[in-house]
């Protein structure tokens, strides 16, 4: 299985300001997802992160809002900009095991804007 | 579009009763896979269990058994003898059956079980 480290575990920010999250993962992986999870709520996947090229977001969520960055097969970072209190969520960063089908999560990033 | 379907938003038992988790999908694809996720109080997803959509056995794994039956797009979550350490949101999920595919998660069952 892979390991993933989060950064930061939790978080409080004030309104417009804007937070990097950091997804460190202990092996080389293809592809590297994003998902946010509203209080109360399920998961819903933001973006896919793929080595080299830009993410592909999902619809609801844009890059100015999300900006991702993925510059090697182990690293990503997910950036919630000018945040409102809507944006307080968990956010989970997940890889495909290397055999395929099943995903790894990090234990998520807890941000709460104030 | 694809879709996945958790009708019991909260289950409340007593440790040792059985419980089973719904959870009917919706997809166009042929193959795909189904999972089932654990999400206790401190907030980390455990994994639980893969299914293939070609493989429609039944599995058990001590006191957790599946049931996927395609005819009714269901693949149902058993606990046998809960314990109060079950208590967890439970989350069924698909995607499709490629590599790099996200997953299509349903809005998850909390499970309360009391002593």
């Known amino acids: 299985s892979a390991v993933i480290s989060q950064k930061p575990s939790r978080d409080i920010c004030q309104r417009g300001t804007s937070l990097t999250i950091q997804c460190q993962v202990d092996?080389?992986?293809?592809?590297m997802f994003w998902y946010r999870q509203q209080p109360g709520q399920s998961l819903t996947l933001i973006a896919t992160a793929n080595q080299g090229s830009e993410a592909t977001y999902e619809s609801g969520f844009v890059i100015d809002k999300f900006p991702i960055s993925r510059p090697n097969l182990t690293f990503s970072t997910l950036t919630v900009s000018n945040m409102s209190p809507e944006d307080s969520s968990i956010y989970l960063c997940?890889?495909?095991?290397?055999?395929?089908?099943?995903?790894?999560f990090g234990e998520g990033s807890r941000l709460t804007v104030l | 579009a694809q879709k996945v379907t958790q009708a019991q938003t909260e289950i409340s038992v007593v440790e040792k009763e059985d419980v089973t988790l719904d959870c009917v999908y919706e997809t166009r694809d042929t193959t795909y896979y189904l999972f089932w996720y654990k999400q206790p109080p401190s907030g980390e997803l455990v994994f639980l269990i893969r299914?293939?959509?070609?493989?429609?056995q039944n599995e058990i794994s001590g006191r957790y058994s599946w049931n996927f039956q395609k005819s009714t797009s269901s693949f149902n979550f058993t606990i046998t003898a809960s314990q109060v350490v079950d208590s967890a949101v439970y989350f069924c999920a698909l995607s499709e059956a490629q590599a790099g595919t996200a997953l299509i998660f349903g809005k998850g069952t909390t499970l309360s079980v009391s002593s």
């Open positions: 092996s080389q992986v293809t592809m």
């Open positions: 299914r293939n959509s070609f493989d429609e």
């Open positions: 997940s890889v495909e095991s290397v055999y395929g089908g099943e995903l790894f």
